[in-house]
């Protein structure tokens, strides 16, 4: 065989051994990237492109130990989108050393401890009436409830963040991709 031909099939049995490793974890593709239910949700996120931002934000408030720690932690993970959304210039601030508290207040407003999947909250929902009030380990509140069968958070401001993708498991949790960032009272 010649190298090419080596390399070819290197590629392919490690293509191939991925696939059925995704296969046989069953995993959701966030970002271009199967997310691992074996990984923890750091492993996971630094591979979805469409959630760098808030990778470099969790870095920046040095926050990747502690979710790559047991949990349980249920994530409503920002996309790239919806840190978008925020005004001009509000990541770039965040980030600088000197608002790592306020940093710290937003992301962590985005974690509720415990293991809540889709199937949870909607329960949680009916239970509540049409709305289940979810503490977040940053202390404040967030509402979720549904319009049909669409599941969404509300912050303490009144801003409405949709769920994108549920049930992303992983080894330490869940993450729920979430369309805009909620923000807690400051």
């Known amino acids: 065989m010649n190298k090419l031909m080596k390399l070819a099939f290197a590629a392919f049995v490690f293509l191939s051994a991925n696939l059925a490793y995704a296969q046989m974890e069953k995993t959701?593709?966030?970002g271009g990237a199967p997310m691992y239910?074996?990984?923890?949700?750091?492993?996971?996120?630094?591979?979805?492109?469409?959630?760098?931002?808030?990778?470099?934000?969790?870095k920046a408030a040095g926050l990747v130990e502690t979710l790559q720690g047991a949990g349980p932690f249920t994530v409503f993970a920002p996309d790239n989108a919806a840190f978008e959304k925020l005004p001009k210039g509000t990541v770039e601030t965040l980030l600088k050393p000197e608002n790592k508290p306020q940093l710290v207040a937003v992301l962590t407003y985005?974690?509720?401890?415990?293991?809540?999947?889709?199937?949870?909250?909607?329960?949680?929902?009916?239970?509540?009436?049409?709305k289940a009030t979810l503490t977040t380990v940053q202390?404040?509140?967030?509402?979720a409830w549904m319009k049909g069968k669409e599941l969404y958070i509300t912050d303490e401001n009144g801003g409405q963040s949709k769920v994108t993708i549920a049930d992303v498991w992983q080894s330490n949790g869940v993450i729920h991709s979430v369309d805009t960032v909620v923000l807690p009272k400051m």
């Open 28 to 30: 959701v593709e966030v």
């Open 37 to 58: 239910p074996s990984k923890n949700i750091v492993e996971n996120a630094v591979n979805s492109a469409d959630h760098t931002t808030l990778v470099a934000a969790v």
């Open 110 to 130: 985005h974690v509720v401890a415990g293991k809540m999947g889709s199937k949870e909250i909607a329960a949680a929902i009916k239970k509540g009436s049409g």
């Open 139 to 143: 202390g404040g509140k967030l509402t």
